[in-house]
């Protein structure tokens, strides 16, 4: 594995498996579950992290790349509710796994420095390749969070019984 002291490449690699380790006891129907209207179900997590992979991420790096001090706009999520919800979650867990092993091979494959690149984001201001690479780290653990909760709350609480009544989840 090529060092090119970029940050959080190890943790964005390994996502995908984290998150199949956390998935592998759910049938459909526990995927699609919400906790309540408003929150997101595993397979809304899935289609966004597979929007967002290539959307966001993957748009920002090839511009990070290829242009000089670019400017990017936020990303809202609930924006893109209705998007998520008519995904199949198989379909875009499989999509978002193809995107991020083509995407860590792509920034691997960067020269040292590369961290150092600029850009502005329209709501932060000025921002380094190597400040959205710590970013895209905080995403995926926040994802791994929620989805780790709303696997607690969904497949395990109930079968816990009196065990379980101690624990506060937020799916």
């Known amino acids: ?10 943790l964005l690699e390994a996502t995908p498996t984290i998150l ?3 998935m592998a006891e759910l049938s459909a129907e526990d995927v699609r579950w919400k906790p309540a209207p ?3 179900s595993v397979g809304e997590v899935l289609a966004h992290l597979s929007h967002t992979e290539g959307h966001c991420y993957r748009a920002r790096l ?3 790349l290829s242009e000089e001090n670019p400017e990017f706009e936020g990303d809202d999520a609930q924006h893109h509710l209705e998007l998520y919800r008519d995904m199949d979650p198989e379909d875009a867990f499989d999509h978002f796994e193809e995107q991020r092993e083509t995407n860590i091979e792509a920034l691997r494959d960067l020269p040292p420095g590369a961290g ?3 850009a502005v984001h329209k709501e932060v201001g000025p921002i380094t390749l190597a400040q959205m690479l710590n ?3 905080l995403h995926d653990l926040g994802h791994i ?3 780790a909760e709303l696997v607690r709350a969904r497949k395990y ?8 009544a101690s624990y506060e989840l937020k799916p």
């Open 1 to 10: 594995m090529k060092d090119n002291g970029l940050p959080c490449l190890d």
């Open 20 to 22: 199949r380790g956390l």
């Open 38 to 40: 408003g929150r997101f």
């Open 62 to 64: 090839d511009r990070f």
């Open 116 to 118: 150092d690149r600029h």
């Open 135 to 137: 970013e895209w780290a």
């Open 145 to 147: 969070r929620q989805i």
């Open 157 to 164: 609480l109930a079968g816990a019984g009196p065990l379980g």
